[in-house]
């Protein structure tokens, strides 16, 4: 069982990687907290964040509507909001099922020897873990910023990106540094902070779980554009000078770095592309090779380098068809239930499939609409899911469900915004 759920975990996280999380260099978190408290403040891509995913408190089976599930997120985060973190908490709200699933992950994380080296091919994602003994081995340097911030950075990194910087302003192209290593114990920091404030089921909706951002290994850089002299900082803004990023992105590999979350992957990275975010995996172990020029030349994701793409083996999905959404958009649809599951703790899911168009009404889109006010986001479609699955029989983790029981045409609900990103709104009976 527990061989098996461990297995199971690894394949809802990675689903759940695909959350179409946004921006590490987010703007909207809760005051300084900006940069740690999750990878996905609002930003680029927050279409797709889970403002309304499991707490395990509305994951509860009980035979009621599905609405009140969405009521009980929306209810998180009107008291966040109430508590004064307002809307940058509602935006941060995007990582929850992401923090969720890491938090599963989190079993499963105490394991292997802790390393001797520093290894730049390593994986941090949503599925992996700062490998044990880390902060123990990396050599920073702190740099400060154009806008006055001090910023830590792996060492090597550093020097690699200081080439690059060189490069890209020998082009008239100007970048800084907004955030690089962040440690695990900081982010826990946050994390306790927030559990004493708002209590663990909104925590574990809100904040990033601390060990599982890319951010720990001082390999994670996030840049920021310097545009005639101007700081352009926030992602909202980042995202409209594409003809910059890549520009950016065709050097990256001459210095070891690749661009980490990349357009279309985010089924495999877990993060919405983040033309800003960019990942120093430098040589490999004997020099002989530059891993950046390896990866980036093969259109690879690390993920995909490494072959540490979990496989979806046990669920049976069933896209359905649709006249309303394509299929890409089912399949994006169905991996944010994936992920939203994935907090259903010991619960095994057995299938999922599109409930088919006629669950896509007005009067549907007015409901998701009217339980997300407090998110502020503003859904245009609405697409209704259904699954299988089967509680666990532990007594320690049943607490929510009736245990070891086959849950049936369990309701999930998501809504999609005009960029065409899905939210799980509510879920339940
Ligand atoms: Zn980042």
Redesign the pocket.
């Known amino acids: 069982m527990r061989h098996h759920w461990k297995r199971l975990s690894s394949i809802l996280i990675a689903a759940c990687m695909a959350a179409s999380l946004a921006?590490?260099?987010g703007s909207a978190a809760p005051a300084d907290n900006k940069e740690a408290v999750s990878?996905n403040a609002a930003g680029a891509d927050t279409g797709a964040g889970d403002e309304a995913a499991p707490a395990e408190a509305s994951a509860a089976p009980s035979q009621e509507a599905a609405a009140p599930a969405g009521e009980t997120a929306a209810a998180a985060v009107e008291e966040a909001a109430a508590a004064g973190t307002g809307q940058a908490a509602a935006d941060d709200a995007a990582g929850d099922a992401a923090a969720d699933a890491a938090t599963t992950a989190a079993v499963v994380a105490d394991e292997g020897e802790p390393i001797d080296h520093v290894d730049y091919q390593v994986l941090v994602n949503k599925l992996h873990p700062l490998p044990k003994g880390w902060e123990d081995v990396i050599e920073t340097v702190h740099m400060t910023n154009s806008i006055g911030d001090d910023v830590e950075v792996e060492k090597t990194a550093y020097e690699a990106y200081q080439q690059l910087k060189a490069d890209l302003e020998a082009d008239g192209i100007y970048v800084d540094l907004d955030?690089a290593y962040r440690s695990v114990e900081e982010q826990q920091r946050i994390w306790d902070d927030f559990t004493q404030k708002y209590g663990d089921d909104y925590t574990r909706k809100t904040v990033a779980v601390p060990g599982y951002s890319?951010?720990h290994t001082g390999l994670?850089?996030?840049l920021y554009l310097i545009v005639d002299g101007k700081d352009i900082v926030e992602n909202e803004d980042l995202i409209t000078y594409p003809e910059i990023w890549e520009k950016i992105h065709e050097k990256l590999a001459n210095y070891g770095f690749i661009l980490?979350y990349t357009p279309g992957a985010e089924y495999i990275t877990g993060y919405a592309y983040?033309p800003?975010?960019i990942r120093y995996v430098g040589m490999n172990e004997d020099y002989s090779t530059n891993v950046a020029m390896l990866i980036s030349a093969s259109g690879k994701t690390l993920e995909e380098y490494l072959h540490a793409v979990p496989v979806a083996d046990d669920v049976t999905i069933d896209y359905g068809t649709s006249s309303v959404f394509s299929e890409d958009e089912r399949k994006d649809a169905a991996v944010q239930v994936e992920c939203a599951f994935a907090s259903f703790e010991g619960c095994e899911l057995h299938s999922l499939r599109y409930a088919g168009d006629e669950a896509c009404t007005n009067e549907n889109l007015e409901w998701i609409n009217s339980i997300s006010e407090d998110t502020g986001t503003k859904y245009t479609k609405v697409a209704e899911f259904l699954t299988d699955f089967h509680s666990p029989v532990h007594e320690e983790i049943q607490a929510a469900w009736n245990p070891d029981q086959e849950y049936k045409d369990y309701q999930w609900w998501l809504g999609q915004t005009e960029d065409g990103g899905w939210d799980v709104v509510s879920f339940g009976y």
């Open positions: 921006a590490c260099s990878e955030s890319e951010h994670a850089l996030d980490r983040e800003w975010h």
